[in-house]
């Protein structure tokens, strides 16, 4: 591949609220107005693109103040209807997506050589529940309760330094630690556990799919 150079650089907030209030022929439902200043940040950012010769964007969107690891899209065409999860009735999206697989690579390949996975200090007070989405499908899926609201996850929370550590085992790299920003200080959720309402199913650990997506 080509070397290239970054030519610009923006940060920007989460884009659906531009989405919703502009209506382009993508989105499905129809909204009036809101969110005036965040549209027109995103306009001027679009109208100062117009002057850049770039040859694609790169997006980092963590989705959240913080994250843990980073996913790279690796397919040629991604296209489907964004739907979103807390206000399914005001937003879904058709997107249609060219990536640029290579550089997707190329950005992974490196990334995955420093061999460094960089949690907070003091990740392992900060437990999750997290659950596999093929988990969440076949409960979906084969559920047979009446309509309602349900708490889905394993209801065994683990901590992020041990997601870490169960990462760092199959890259054979390494966890640094980083100072926990100070303004989230007091503010960050630090355990969160499902309800046990899924009596005998058996979901997957987290090394369970994080092996699983590396086989």
């Known amino acids: ?12 907030p989460h884009p ?10 993508q989105n499905e439902p129809v909204s009036e107005g809101g969110w005036e200043q965040l549209r027109w940040g995103y306009e001027r950012l679009r109208d100062s693109l117009k002057d850049v010769d770039y040859d694609v964007i790169v997006i980092l969107s963590p989705h959240w103040q913080t994250y843990v690891g980073t996913h790279f899209i690796g397919v040629e065409k991604c296209s489907s209807k964004s739907v979103d ?11 249609d997506l ?12 490196q990334a995955k050589s420093e061999g460094i996975i960089r949690v907070f200090e003091n990740s392992k007070t900060y437990f999750r529940d997290f659950v596999c989405v093929d988990d969440l499908l076949n409960i979906i899926l084969d559920n047979t309760r009446e309509s309602g609201i ?17 990462v760092a085992k199959y890259y ?15 503010k960050y959720q630090t355990y969160t556990k499902a309800k046990p309402e899924w009596g005998t199913y058996k979901f997957k650990t987290v090394e369970d799919y994080v092996k699983d997506s590396l086989d």
Not at 16 to 25: G, I, M, Q, R, T
């Open 16 to 25: 659906p609220h531009l989405v919703y209030a502009e209506n382009p022929e």
């Open 85 to 95: 999860p807390v206000f399914p009735n005001l937003f879904r999206f058709n997107y």
């Open 150 to 166: 349900y708490d889905l996850g394993t209801s065994s929370p683990i901590s992020f330094l041990a997601v870490a550590n169960i």
């Open 172 to 186: 054979n790299a390494h966890v640094q630690y980083i100072p926990f920003p100070k303004h989230l200080e007091g």
């Open 1 to 12: 591949m080509a070397k290239g150079g970054i030519v610009a650089g923006c940060l920007a």
């Open 98 to 109: 060219t990536i640029d697989v290579e550089l997707a690579k190329a950005i992974h390949d």
